[in-house]
């Protein structure tokens, strides 16, 4: 079965610059997530996007910015990046309208800011 | 705001072992909750998902439950394996598009 993909998979920039992360939910899902999570702790939450409209914000800085496009792929923008953005990035697929809500996530893409 | 906390955040048991992870939420207003699987530098994996209607989910091993009044989910993993070590995370969804998840219980099996 078609799963959440992510790319890329590694990715190694240099403070200040920008990254751009892909996300390809599971066919059909209608709603993603993004999520950041630290070395040792726990994913929070950055943004969710819901039949390509933004429908919630957690703790994503104004640095970054994500869009959902009309094939339902969504890409999270990172500008002027930092030491301390380095993590994984992981995407998370669902289907909200009539589905259980259960969330499926990709594997994330692993950035490292020098 | 809900708030989920996992207990205990470590745990080590022997091979074999029957052992309980436990979850605690603070807004009973949920609409599911979610226990997820984390290797290493992985992606997280689910592993039972609980709808606010359900009491309880079983796969294989595995076994959760869910008391909204209270507040608790608990992940029931029996005749634990050595490759059952990794990360378990729980999460609650309560509606916006937002799924709040606990720090997560990392488990060891000893062969």
């Known amino acids: 079965a078609a799963g959440v993909i992510q790319s890329p998979r590694h990715l190694i920039k240099e403070k200040r610059e920008t990254a751009t992360l892909k996300c390809y939910p599971i066919?059909?899902?209608?709603?993603v997530y993004w999520y950041q999570q630290g070395p040792g702790q726990d994913p929070q939450f950055l943004i969710s996007?819901?039949?390509?409209?933004?429908?919630d914000k957690g703790s994503i800085p104004d640095r970054f910015s994500a869009q959902q496009f009309s094939d339902y792929h969504s890409e999270l923008n990172m500008s002027s990046l930092e030491l301390g953005d380095s993590a994984l990035y992981f995407c998370?697929?669902?289907?909200?309208?009539?589905?259980?809500?259960?969330?499926?996530f990709g594997e994330g893409s692993r950035l490292t800011v020098l | 705001k809900q708030e989920v906390t996992q207990i205990p955040a470590a745990l080590s048991v022997p091979e074999g072992e029957n052992l309980v992870l436990n979850c605690s939420f603070t807004?009973?207003?949920?609409?599911?909750l979610q226990w997820f699987r984390q290797d290493p530098g992985k992606g997280l994996t689910s592993l039972l998902l609980?709808?606010?209607?359900?009491r309880e989910q079983t796969s294989g091993r595995l076994n959760a439950s869910l008391d909204k009044s209270s507040g608790r989910s608990t992940l029931y993993i029996a005749a634990s394996q050595p490759g059952d070590s990794a990360t378990y995370l729980c999460?609650?969804?309560?509606?916006?598009?937002?799924?709040?998840f606990g720090a997560g219980t990392r488990l060891f099996v000893k062969a």
């Open positions: 998370a697929s669902s289907l909200a309208g009539g589905g259980t809500g259960e969330l499926f």
């Open positions: 066919p059909r899902h209608d709603t």
């Open positions: 996007f819901y039949e390509k409209m933004q429908s």
């Open positions: 807004d009973s207003a949920i609409y599911n």
């Open positions: 609980i709808q606010s209607s359900q």
């Open positions: 999460a609650a969804y309560t509606g916006g598009f937002k799924t709040i």
